[in-house]
C-alpha cells in the first residue's frame, strides 16, 4: 500500500542535540511538507518542497532545516537553535500543489529531555 | 488572509445521532477543502476532499458540504457511533495554491455509547 512512513515514533533529544525526523513516502508525489502541532495552536507549517532539490521556508521555519535530494524523501533536521523543540511532527505530501488533497504520515513526537 | 474556523471546538453525544460539524473560511476563493480525522497520539487520516466546483461529496456516513459564497462546510455524522470519537479539522490551500494548507482549530467529538 502506499503511504507516508515517518520515523521514528517517538525521539528524545537532549540540550544542544541536532536530531533528524524521516520522512518516505512512495505515492510518486512531487510536493511534501513539515508541520508542527502544539496543543491549542493546532497545526503550523515548517518547510515545504515542490520539487526534488527546491524547498520553501513555512511559518515557524526558524531552528529548523531541511533536504530533498530525493523525490521520496523529506528528512527534517531540528537545530540546537530551534529553543522549544517539544511537538509532534507532521510530514505530508500531495500530487501537486495540493489540487488533489493531502496525505499525512503518522507522526513523530520529539521530546527535549 | 486566509482564517480558517471550526464551532464547536468540543462535542458530545450519545451514540445513534446525527451530527454536524462546521467550518468556516474568510476567503472564498479556494481550490478545494479537505476534511480530516485525527485520533489522539496520531496522523491526520484524510476522509473527504471537495473541490471547489463540488457541492457535496459523500463516503458511507459521511457527508461534507461546501457553500463557497457564503464561506462555509459542514461535514455530517449519521448514525453516530463510539468508533467516531476524534478530532475532527477542515483545511483549505491559501491564495495563490502554494500548495499550504489553512487548518481550523479543530472540533473534538466524543460519542458515548
Known amino acids: 500500500d502506499g503511504g507516508i512512513t515517518q520515523s521514528p515514533k517517538y525521539l528524545f533529544r537532549k540540550e544542544g542535540q541536532n536530531v533528524t525526523l524521516s520522512c518516505e513516502q512512495n505515492?510518486?508525489?512531487?510536493?511534501m511538507y513539515w508541520y508542527r502541532q502544539d496543543p491549542g495552536q493546532g497545526l503550523r507549517l515548517i518547510y515545504y518542497?515542490?520539487?526534488?532539490?527546491?524547498?520553501q521556508k513555512g511559518d515557524i521555519a526558524e531552528g529548523y532545516s531541511v533536504s530533498r535530494e530525493k523525490k521520496e524523501s523529506f528528512p527534517l533536521t531540528v537545530t540546537s537553535a530551534q529553543k522549544n523543540p517539544t511537538a509532534f511532527y507532521l510530514c505530508?505530501?500531495?500530487?501537486?500543489?495540493?489540487?488533489?488533497?493531502?496525505?499525512f504520515g503518522s507522526g513523530t513526537r520529539l521530546t527535549v529531555v | 488572509k486566509q482564517e480558517v474556523t471550526q464551532i464547536p471546538a468540543a462535542l458530545s453525544v450519545p451514540e445513534g445521532e446525527n451530527l454536524v460539524l462546521n467550518c468556516s473560511f474568510t476567503?472564498?476563493?479556494?481550490?478545494?477543502l479537505q476534511w480530516f480525522r485525527q485520533d489522539p497520539g496520531k496522523g491526520l487520516t484524510s476522509l473527504l476532499l471537495?473541490?471547489?466546483?463540488?457541492r457535496e461529496q459523500t463516503s458511507g456516513r459521511l457527508n461534507a458540504s461546501l457553500d463557497k459564497s457564503s464561506g462555509r462546510s459542514t461535514l455530517y455524522i449519521a448514525a453516530s457511533q463510539p468508533g467516531d470519537s476524534a478530532t475532527y479539522l477542515c483545511?483549505?490551500?491559501?491564495?495563490?495554491?502554494?500548495?499550504?494548507?489553512?487548518f481550523g482549530q479543530g472540533t473534538t467529538l466524543q460519542v458515548k455509547p
Open positions: 476567503d472564498s476563493a479556494i481550490y478545494n
Open positions: 471537495i473541490q471547489s466546483s463540488q
Open positions: 483545511a483549505v490551500p491559501p491564495e495563490g495554491n502554494t500548495g499550504k494548507l489553512i
Open positions: 518542497s515542490q520539487i526534488v532539490n527546491d524547498f
Open positions: 505530508a505530501s500531495s500530487i501537486d500543489r495540493g489540487n488533489y488533497g493531502y496525505t
Open positions: 505515492l510518486n508525489h512531487d510536493a
